[in-house]
C-alpha cells in the first residue's frame, strides 16, 4: 500500500468521512485560488514555452490548457501541506463534519463503517 493510500486510510479510521470531505474541501479551494491568481496576474504558459521554444506538442498543450495544468501541477506541489493542515485541524472539526456527512452517507447506502463503528464501541 502506497503512503498516501495509508494516510487517507489512517484519517478514515481516526476521523471517519470528515478527513476525506476536508481534504476535498482543501484540495479544490487551492486548486481554484491558484487557477484564479495564476489568471488574474495573466500568466500565459503558452507564450513562455514559444519564448523558450519548445516542442511543438508543449505548445500546442500549453495553448489548449496552460493554466489548468500549471495549477494542477502547483496544487500537486502544495499536497503535503494540506496533508499538514488537515491533521491539524480534524480533530476540531471532525465531529461537525460527520454530524452533517453521516446521514447523508446513510442516505446513498454507505452504512457499512457505521455498524463496524457500532460493534467497536461495544
Given at each position: 500500500?502506497?503512503?498516501?493510500?495509508?494516510?487517507?486510510?489512517?484519517?478514515?479510521?481516526?476521523?471517519?468521512?470528515?478527513?476525506?470531505?476536508?481534504?476535498?474541501?482543501?484540495?479544490?479551494?487551492?486548486?481554484?485560488?491558484?487557477?484564479?491568481?495564476?489568471?488574474?496576474?495573466?500568466?500565459?504558459?503558452?507564450?513562455?514555452?514559444?519564448?523558450?521554444?519548445?516542442?511543438g506538442n508543449v505548445i500546442w498543450?500549453?495553448?489548449?490548457?496552460?493554466?489548468?495544468?500549471?495549477?494542477?501541477?502547483?496544487?500537486?506541489?502544495?499536497?503535503?501541506?494540506?496533508?499538514?493542515?488537515?491533521?491539524?485541524?480534524?480533530?476540531?472539526?471532525?465531529?461537525?463534519?460527520?454530524?452533517?456527512?453521516?446521514?447523508?452517507?446513510?442516505?446513498?447506502?454507505?452504512?457499512?463503517?457505521?455498524?463496524?463503528?457500532?460493534?467497536?464501541?461495544?
Amino acid at each position: 500500500m502506497s503512503n498516501l493510500a495509508q494516510v487517507l486510510e489512517n484519517l478514515n479510521e481516526r476521523h471517519g468521512p470528515a478527513g476525506i470531505i476536508l481534504l476535498q474541501i482543501l484540495g479544490w479551494t487551492t486548486f481554484f485560488v491558484i487557477h484564479y491568481s495564476l489568471v488574474s496576474y495573466g500568466v500565459d504558459p503558452a507564450q513562455l514555452a514559444r519564448k523558450n521554444q519548445l516542442n511543438g506538442n508543449v505548445i500546442w498543450v500549453a495553448d489548449k490548457a496552460g493554466v489548468v495544468i500549471v495549477s494542477y501541477i502547483i496544487n500537486r506541489l502544495l499536497a503535503p501541506f494540506r496533508f499538514a493542515l488537515a491533521k491539524a485541524l480534524l480533530p476540531f472539526v471532525a465531529p461537525q463534519i460527520n454530524s452533517i456527512a453521516r446521514p447523508m452517507l446513510r442516505k446513498l447506502g454507505f452504512s457499512k463503517g457505521d455498524k463496524e463503528e457500532e460493534r467497536k464501541r461495544k
